[in-house]
């Protein structure tokens, strides 16, 4: 077994090597501009291109002419959220978007309420969920578009997108999702499902990093963009720049591979996680998991190891690559905002693990990883105060902290 | 984050970990910091005359905060109550190197400390008073 194992597959995932085989003669004998249309070279990129928008749409259930391709959803929920707010604020001025989102989709609003919209920001359920009721009672006459994770990327839980979505056409109103996580996780339909915008990207589904796919509805109804980034036109007009042609070629070939594995993978990566939560629950006390079990990604858990304190706990499992949260905002020393819009503590919030499960694990790095952890929380608790008043039959919520920090 | 080759030494082997019985006259205990901070640590002396002859911590929080609380009762032990109480949190940062973002841990670990002291001289006053 090689160590670390990485278990952070939500944060990014390795290349697979169909994909970059498929790659690399892109970066070099067909090295064409996409957009030169006098010659074979461009010709060739273009192809490549086209072959690769239409294995993108496949994945999602899009026309090719649907996919924009941008650098990320990062840039994708940029281009969606702002490039939507611009073309329609003259129809009203409200968003809604809910506090457990990425936080690309939370400074987007941020920066659109300094534009002069205004954002209501839904508090989920403590499982991370938001309801359909949820939005209904949001919705106003001036509500112009709706942003909602599908899969959330640090505790895994799933939104009724299909339901949400449906709400939304109802009323006349765009629905955008964050689809970063559940692209190639979980099936996704953008029509059945009602989505009007979805942004996915490359190295979420093993595919290269700098890559991923904007969908923009052209019927029922037609979706229009204000471009962010002006130039050359490419694109349709809503994303200029000249196309990265390896990267499309391997964020095709990635979405080709994702949805002819989508259920393999899906019930690979779900096995192991029961295997590592059972394991884990089993040999430990005072462990909850978070997120809501019954809708949540195949391929993710979050467990809050109480009483042990989550900088600690990574620093004790040196073998496992994990993470104690979005690894945008790892840098931060605050608790995640997910759980604690959830409603989990901050005291909880700061016991919480995040493990990803990917195409490669195997039951041999899972059950490592879960005797790491069990080794690990079981030292860590030895040294905790709090474990020992928990022991002693001492409530740590009726102790007056104020003396704290 | 990386940390020092000090800071991993007392996160993978941390001194005087355990609990001294709080209830006793020659026992001092501060606790110190809040869970929802992130950092709790438990400091307790044992004192005999003027001298702190024995030291024992539980801290929950980060490596850093572990290794805080593991230094200070390395540093305690053997010193009378008054040198004790001159160790300060600039000198944990100094031996242990501690990054900016967690110079907060050496602080904790300076009230613990002077939180356990204070714990002590409260009951040995009362003691000598009654």
């Keep these: 077994m090689q160590l670390p194992i990485y278990l952070d597959y939500q944060a990014t995932t390795p290349v697979d090597s169909r994909v970059l085989d498929e790659m690399l003669p892109y970066f070099t004998e067909k090295f064409g501009n996409a957009a030169s249309r006098s010659h074979a070279f461009g010709w060739s990129g273009e192809e490549a291109v086209e072959k690769a928008r239409k294995q993108i749409a496949g994945l999602i259930g899009a026309s090719p002419k649907e996919i924009v391709i941008t650098s990320g959803s990062t840039e994708g929920i940029n281009l969606a959220m702002k490039g939507a707010a611009e073309m329609y604020g003259s129809k009203g001025k409200h968003i809604i978007t809910s506090l457990v989102e990425h936080k690309a989709v939370l400074d987007t609003a941020k920066h659109l309420e300094k534009e002069g919209f205004e954002v209501t920001y839904l508090t989920p359920d403590r499982n991370g969920r938001i309801s359909v009721e949820q939005v209904r009672e949001a919705l106003r006459d001036d509500t112009i578009l709706v942003a909602l994770i599908w899969g959330n990327n640090e505790i895994g839980t799933l939104n009724p997108i299909r339901e949400i979505g449906a709400l939304c056409h109802e009323k006349n109103v765009l629905f955008f999702t964050d689809g970063t996580q559940a692209a190639g996780k979980i099936p996704v339909d953008v029509i059945a499902d009602n989505i009007d915008l979805m942004c996915l990207s490359g190295h979420k589904l093993y595919g290269p990093k700098g890559v991923g796919a904007l969908y923009v509805r052209r019927r029922n109804p037609r979706v229009r963009l204000v471009a962010q980034m002006d130039g050359g036109g490419h694109e349709r007009g809503m994303r200029s720049g000249t196309l990265n042609v390896p990267g499309i070629v391997g964020l095709g070939a990635a979405c080709e591979i994702a949805q002819q594995d989508l259920e393999k993978d899906a019930a690979h990566t779900m096995a192991l996680r029961t295997r590592f939560e059972e394991k884990v629950t089993k040999a430990l006390d005072h462990v909850h998991i978070n997120g809501d079990i019954e809708n949540r990604l195949p391929n993710c858990t979050n467990i809050s190891f109480n009483y042990v304190e989550g900088e600690s706990l990574i620093m004790g499992v040196k073998d496992l690559a994990v993470s104690s949260g979005s690894a945008c905002t790892s840098a931060s020393l605050e608790p995640s905002h997910v759980l604690r819009a959830c409603g989990v503590g901050d005291e909880l919030a700061h016991s919480s693990i995040r493990f990803g499960f990917g195409r490669k694990t195997t039951e041999a790095e899972v059950d490592f990883a879960a005797d790491q952890m069990i080794t690990a929380v079981s030292r860590l608790r030895e040294l905790s105060p709090l474990y020992e008043m928990v022991q002693e039959g001492i409530d740590i919520a009726s102790i007056d902290w104020s003396g704290g920090h | ?130």
């Design chain 2, 1 to 130: 984050m990386a940390y020092s080759d000090k800071v991993l030494d007392h996160y993978n082997n941390p001194r005087n970990v355990g609990s001294l019985d709080k209830q006793s006259n020659t026992v001092g205990t501060g606790v110190v910091g809040a869970p929802e901070c992130g950092d709790v640590m438990k400091l307790q002396i044992e004192v005999e005359g003027d001298r702190i002859v024995d030291a024992k911590f539980k801290t929950f929080g980060c490596g850093s905060a572990i290794a805080s609380s593991s230094l200070a009762t390395e540093w305690i032990k053997g010193k009378t109550v008054d040198e004790a109480m001159q160790i300060k949190n600039t000198e944990i940062v100094e031996e242990l190197s501690l990054p900016p973002v967690k110079i907060h841990c050496s602080v904790l670990a300076e009230d613990a400390i002077k939180s356990a002291i204070a714990d002590y001289k409260a009951k040995s006053g009362e003691k000598k008073e009654g």
